[in-house]
């Protein structure tokens, strides 16, 4: 494909959380030399994966759970997304469970259970129906959709049974008295091996071969210029994280941004197939081609 780009900046959706604001921030301000201009929107992952299936917008952070309904139009970048180890998500519940491994009889205590998540279709939805398909005897009951921030506070208040939480909840969640259940992410690294993919960035495939290439290269660039100079993209993640504490933001950043936010590698890559092929093997998402993650 070598299709020119559009003329104007190019339109691009991410959240507001500290790890996307850092790892944006020299591109958004126009220090990255020779990048292409960007028009931000920010918006919660569960909307720009709305985004994504409706073919919006030039480039977006989408669930690495949304690939394979959006992979015809969009290409996967190598870089700018969210892996890592010991990043997961969480099942947290208010009394506490007699296992934090996910092992019988804490697994066995949410069946026929309501579970609040943040999306059906999210990583951490993927992976927590994996996980209970190993270790919840009989399925977990009713599964109910809710905005993220109304999670914990259903949880606590007795609404739901348990919640599904991401992000920085991993340092939150026992401000509201809350239990960890499960660590999704060590579920998973235990039982694969490989990193946790949670968030990815894709582009548009019309954009064209060359200026996938320029944005992926922008995007390498201006994570490198964030870890040279961390202070230099401080004033644009506070002012985005919602009056999250400083400290927590730093924590968010330092656990969701990493090597594989520079490069996906082998390992990235493995990830992702490992957690579509698993999903797909489950009837949870559509089957991936041979070459879906293949970037130009």
Known sequence: MTSPTSPGPLRIAHSPCPNDTFVFDAWTHGRVP?????EVTFADIDITNGMAERGELDILKVSYA???????EYALLPCGGALGRGC?????????????TGAS????SLTGRTVAVPSERSTAYLLFRLWAAEVVPGGVGEV??????????????GKVDAGLVIHEARFTYQNYGLHRLADLGEHWESTTGLPIPLGAIIAKRSLGDATLRRLAESIRTSVRLAWDDPEASRPYVLEHSQEMDP????????LYVNEFTADLGEDGYAAVRGLLTRAAAEGLVPPLGQDALRFV
């Open 34 to 38: 020779g990048a292409p201009g960007v």
């Open 66 to 72: 949304v690939l394979p309904w959006v992979l015809d």
């Open 88 to 100: 997961g998500p969480l099942v947290l519940t208010k009394e506490p469970g007699a296992s934090l």
């Open 105 to 108: 009889p804490a697994g066995a």
């Open 144 to 157: 109910v959709v809710m905005p993220f921030h109304e999670i914990m506070p259903a949880v606590r208040d």
């Open 247 to 254: 400290s927590v933001a730093d924590q968010h950043i330092g």
